[in-house]
Structures are given as structure tokens and as C-alpha cells.
RNA sequence: GGCGCCGUAGCCAAGUGGUAAGGCAGAGGUCUGCAAAACCUCCAUCGGCGGUUCGAAUCCGCCCGGCGCCUCCA
């Protein structure tokens, strides 16, 4: 599986993350199924793009492509995309790409031309069909540059002659660097083969730059090149496509991760199908936190009961190792419904939906079997395999891996000792039947922004 | 102008031929000393108009509205 990366010339948008997140989803189903799956996604770290941002910046495109990459690797990081097996940089497969360009000149498909080599769209009588578009009509549109020095307005760049100052690598045509396409097939042919099974990327690539990498691949290889194309939707902030190039639009992923939890930004790009145009609007993360309270809840819920971390608990990887029937009612047909889900086009949304459901038929059964009062072994071992079965299946989506972080400084010596003592200060004169002076406390600590929880089995605390 | 996508409750969103998942917000209820949490109940006929069909949100046509690509873009 080949996803198109980031051309690392400025920090990771919001927008940079939605193929990552979902395509990592995707190798997670996959692989929970139990097929092998190598995970490919390039950096692009030569560019005019980067000559420019470079220059701006008074730094080097080495500098800066360094910078900007670590960025997106911490995004990556922060939301749970762990599955990428091979990120190769476009700077470090220059000879693939010369031998690529050569070999593609040699068979008739380019030419070397003032320095650039240029693909000849016109050899290739196919060019344009996985973006359904006619090469002689993209002439009408005219919004293609003219250039002398291609033989069709159509024919992209595969080398590019470099000017003065420009990072440049000698090849037999001068020196020069890659043109933006083709690192692409390169890197994906020297790591996946020339044939692979999936090809991801935005939306916004699929024409020219998959286009692009269809023809010059096969025409170099003579054989298909990715057997299925995914385009994920692209995320719009109020209706308009956010988008390097319109600034207003550009809202940071490092920003995001300061004051949102990553769950709920996975969920942001997965409580809808990956094809669907994606749009962030004021509140809708806060939104989907509020949703998402429901699991922390019955995650709480669990640990008081039986004294075990939901993080920590281990749950089937693989489908074949999964229970398909439960003692508790539902569990077993929601498993279903959510696999059944994912199977139909990797439908996230639909999944995610029984998910709710299973968190509501637990805490159904933990209410009907009255779990915090009766010391029922039975009940608590069925309670507890259902959890194990919403844990299965969290980790397909990627969602839970780790307790929620705080926004305060819970984690601090002092605080978890004095809530604590404030808590039984407070039962004591609950006992007393004393509640004006237990709902002023309740009262106070709620404005401190802790929710206190007067359970049969005692009370306990949570902080926002 | 060409290619393509979308329009489901106040908001987000699944469903693509058999009488509408789920989430947020809202209303009522159970539990509770009161709350909180949890649970239960209620809240849409699917942009509009025609057509096909025993039957359509789901298929076809037209119209209205929004968006993307055709130029760098995840």
C-alpha cells in the first residue's frame, strides 16, 4: 500500500492528516483480518516549492525539509499512526529516479528537451483515464502554461534542470532535479514492486499527479501499476478547502494537538466515510469530545468494578482470534455489525455508530446485574469479556490506546491525596445527613471543575 | 466550458430498492437525600418536481443549492 505524503516545505495542516489517519485505519482492518500489508509514504523533500519557502526562510531545503518533516512525524505520532513501514525521501533516491527518467526516454515515452526531460502524454494513448479526462481536451482548458519547450502543453516534467543556487544532482542530461512526479513511481516500484495492490492519496491528487504516476509507471514497466485506488475526501474549514495556498484557510495539526485530545481528532476524520469532504466548523471537536465521554465513562466504570486498566487489557489482534458470540445480549451481533461495516468500503462512520451501541449494551448489563453492589463472579467475568470485545475493536479504529491526558495537573502529588480526603470528609457528613454542607462542597469543587459521583458503592471524582 | 462529488432531524452523520444506525443539542422518565453518571422513552420520510417499480432516501430525467479537480495542494 503506496499513500502519497507531504511536499515537507511548511508544517502540517490539519488536512495532511486525514489520509494518514484513515489509511492507517485501513492497514489496521487489513492486517486484524490477516493479510500482510507493507505501508509506503514518501517525503517529498526537493521541490520549486521548497527552493522558495528555503530562500524565504534564509535556510537550506535541507534545513527546512528536516524541520518540517519532524513535524509531520510528531502529528503522526500523536495520533496513533504507527503502521508506516517505509517513509523514503525523494533526495535519496535520485538514481532510481535518473534510471526511471532514462529508461523512459530509451523506451520513446520522454525526451530530453533544454535541459528538462518531459513525458510525451501523446505516447501514451491511455493517459487520462484514471482522472477520465482526454488530453487533447485538457488543451481547451487553457489554463495550461505554454511552454516552447514542450512538445504538448500536456507533457509534465520528469527532470528538471536546475538553475544557479538550486540543489541540483548531475544526471546525463545536466544537472538538475526530480520533476514532482516522479518520485512517486520510483520509490513505490523500488519498495512495492512495479504492480501493488492499493494506491491512497487526497482527493486533490488524483489529477495530475496520479494521473501522472499511472502513465509513467506503466509505460516504464509495461505492467498495471496499483490494482485499487483510494481518494480520501479533503477537509474544508467553513465550506472552503483548506489548502496551503489559501492561508486563511490553514489551521496547524501541532496547534490542534495543544488543546484536543487525539482520540478525538481520529475521530474527527473517521465518524465520517474516508470519501466524504470533511469540515471542520467551530465546536465540532468539542462536539465529538462530548461523544466520546460515553467510553471514558464505561472505561472508569471498568477499572472500578474490577480493578483493571481498559489500556492495559489485552484483546484479540486478529479476527480469527476474536469471540464472535458473548454472554451479553448484543455484543456478539454488534461485533458483526461493526465488521460488517468496515468490510463495505472501509465505512468508519457506520463502525464507529455500533460502537456507541456496544458501550450502551455494557452498561446496560452492568446496570441490570446491579455490578456495583452484587459480588456476582459470573456477571463480572461476562462484563468484563465484552470490554475486552469494545477494546477489539477500538484498536481496528485506532481510538483508546492510552488513559485520556488531562488538561490540568491532576498528575501532580498533591491533588489526587486531597480530593481524596475532601471526599471522605464529605461522606462522613452525607452520613450525618448534613447535605447542605455535602452540596456546598459538591458545589465548590464543581466550580474547580471537579465532578463529584455518589455511587451505592461509593463516591468518587473526576476533574474535566 | 470539461470531469467528478455532495444535499438525510437544530447541528454532525450511517444507510444506496422493502416502510430511516449512531453522536451532539433538546424534552420526559427510572435511579439518587438532591445531583452526576448510567439506563429507558420521545424528537426526520430523506433539496424540489416528474418518471420506473407491487414498493425508492436508495434507480432514471429535469431543476435548485453547495463543493472539488482541470494550476501548487493531503
Redesign the pocket.
Known sequence: MY?????VYSNS???????PVIFDTIKRYLVYLGYEVTWVVNI?DV???LIVQAQKDGTTVKDLAERVTDDYLRCLEALGVDGIDHMPKATEHIAEIVAMTQGLIDKGFAYPSGGDVYFDVTRAPEYGKL????PE??Q??A???PSSIKRH??D?ALWKGSKPGEPAWESPWGPGRPG?HIECSAMSMKILGEHFDIH??????????HENEVVQSESFSGKPFATYWLH?????KS????????PG?VILMGDLLQKHDPDTLRCLFL???Y?????Y?P??L???A?????FH??F??FERLTGESFHALDAPKHKADGRADSPIPDVGELRD?FLE?MD??F?T?????????L??????F???HKLESATDPGSLAAFRSGVVVLKELSQILGLFRHPRARADSAQDKLTAPLLDLLVQLRTRV?KE?N??L??DI?KSLAELGV??????DG?SWKLD
Open positions: 499513500v502519497c505524503g507531504p511536499t495542516h490539519v488536512g495532511h492528516m486525514v489520509g517529498t521541490d520549486d516549492k482522472s477520465h479526462r482526454d481536451e485538457l481547451a482548458g489554463r495550461i502554461e502543453p500536456g509534465f514532482w491512497g492519496g487526497g482527493l486533490d491528487l488524483v489529477f495530475p499527479h480520501n475526501g479533503l477537509l474544508t465550506g472552503k478547502k483548506i489548502s496551503k495556498s489559501d484557510t465518524a465520517s466515510h470519501r466524504r469532504p470533511i469540515d466548523g465546536g465540532r468539542d462536539e465529538l462530548r461523544g466520546l465521554q460515553a465513562g464505561l472508569d466504570r455489525r461495516a463495505d468500503d465505512n462512520g457506520g463502525a464507529f455508530g455500533e460502537l456507541y451501541e458501550v450502551r449494551a455494557l452498561n446496560r452492568a446496570d441490570s452525607r445527613k447535605f447542605a455535602a452540596d459538591r465532578t463529584l459521583e455518589d455511587r451505592p463516591t
